[in-house]
Nanobody, 115 residues
């Protein structure tokens, strides 16, 4: 059964780092594209990092240099490394996989930045 299970969110201090993981089940790891979106309160859902079937990475301008998306093929997971977290960045992060015209979403994981 195709599903995505997200882990790794939590509370970090300003300047800290987190790694989020999106475990994929079924055929989802071989999807056309895999990505991470975030929802900041008061703002629209935003694609912050993506990786396509060819391994090409793309990032939103707002996060370039601080986020890295990667594949963990051994565990059929998509990872998101977030560095230099800032207090204004609290958000819920969602994993997303697209196969053809079908979109799959993992549950959100909250990332809170506070001293």
């Amino acid at each position: 059964q195709e599903q995505l299970v997200v882990s790794g969110g939590g509370l970090v201090h300003p300047g800290g780092s987190l790694k989020l993981a999106c475990a994929t089940f079924g055929k989802l790891f071989r999807g056309n594209g895999r990505g991470w979106h975030r929802k900041i309160p008061g703002k629209q859902l935003e694609l912050v990092a993506g990786i396509n079937s060819g391994g090409i990475e793309t990032y939103a301008d707002s996060v370039k240099g601080r986020l890295t998306i990667s594949d963990d093929s051994a565990n059929n997971s998509v990872l998101l490394q977030i560095n230099n977290l800032k207090p204004e960045n609290p958000a819920v992060y969602y994993c997303h996989v697209q196969i053809g015209n079908v979109h799959y979403w993992g549950q959100g994981t909250q990332v809170t930045v506070s001293s």
